[in-house]
């Protein structure tokens, strides 16, 4: 199947609407009261092709390599790992650096304008031929086959999901595709930071310069909806529910995981409020 067969129509299920539809459309659909948009499903409808374009466009390939290192490339080598299962490629950043590194590398995301912006992209920087497959974490195992030493869901991903079931559904899932003695490294916004201290931290975050920005336009405990703005003025925005560090480390445990580490802006030691990631780092074994 080619790229633009999997972005029209994608590889089986999972997207709650016809991907041509959404392949076509150019516009967030937030609907006449978007607080009230609290659901799993809805991340189809905020990926749409302006904001992943503008997006991409804008967000510097060279910049973001050099601000990350080697963390990822680092964890995942300390560990002996070969083969990593990517759940959420969105434009393919980490994937074309997992094949650059010599991973072995699958491509999956459910959402099919970003797997054909990745698969672009792979071609764009490197030449890269990426493996891409069009899964909802919740029904991986359907989709997508055989076991990796490795999954990772990076770049704020796993915060679409508005339910417990979901989540738990989808870590189970990301736990059975594992081999016995894999890890997941999942990374998260820091969100205790803005639920927790008020106004102050509900800070502007700004990307590639000062080019786009990301700001908290609604708290509360069940929703944080962002607002990106663009050099032409351009407004999209992200619903997303806010995930408490500690929360998503009970989680792995209560899925199986055996050891979980979490770092704060890839560093061990981290006053709680300071960094704006989190990243788990969570072992089978
Ligand atoms: N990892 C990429 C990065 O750091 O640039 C993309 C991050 S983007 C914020 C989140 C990605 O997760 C999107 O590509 C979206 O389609 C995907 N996603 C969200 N919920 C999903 C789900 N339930 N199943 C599969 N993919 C999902």
């Not at 409808?45 to 967000?59: A, N, P, R, S």
């Amino acid at each position: 199947k080619s790229v633009d067969d999997l972005a029209q129509h994608g590889e089986r299920g999972g997207a709650a609407e016809d991907p041509a539809e959404l392949v076509a459309r150019e516009e967030q659909v937030f609907g006449d009261n978007p607080l009230e948009v609290r659901e799993s499903d809805h991340y189809t409808h905020e990926y749409v092709g302006g904001f992943v374009d503008k997006w991409d466009d804008l967000i510097d390939w060279k910049k973001r390599y050099e601000s990350e290192g080697r963390f990822f490339i680092d964890q995942l080598k300390a560990r002996g790992v070969e083969s990593v299962l990517d759940v959420a490629t969105g434009t393919g950043f980490h994937s074309v650096r997992l094949l650059e590194e010599g991973f072995e590398t699958v491509s999956a995301d459910g959402s099919p304008q970003m797997l054909a912006k990745a698969f672009s992209n792979g071609l764009t920087y490197g030449g890269h031929i990426l493996r891409v497959v069009h899964a909802d974490w919740r029904w991986l195992n359907r989709d997508v086959h055989g076991e990796y030493d490795a999954i990772i869901c990076l770049g704020n991903s796993f915060t679409h999901l508005f339910s417990e079931r979901d989540r738990r559904k989808a870590l189970a899932e990301f736990y059975a595709m594992l081999k016995h003695d894999g890890v997941l490294i999942i990374d998260q916004r820091n969100y205790d930071a803005i639920l927790d201290d008020g106004f102050s931290s509900k800070h502007t975050y700004y990307y590639a310069g000062d080019d786009v920005s990301a700001e908290p336009d609604h708290v509360d405990e069940g929703l944080a909806r962002f607002k990106y703005t663009f050099p032409d003025k351009s407004e999209f925005f992200l619903n997303m529910y806010p995930l408490r560090k500690n929360y998503v480390r009970r989680l792995l445990r209560e899925v199986g995981f055996q050891r979980i580490d979490t770092y704060g802006d890839f560093q061990e030691t981290y006053a709680d409020q300071d960094p704006d990631f989190f990243i788990h780092v969570a072992e089978k074994n």
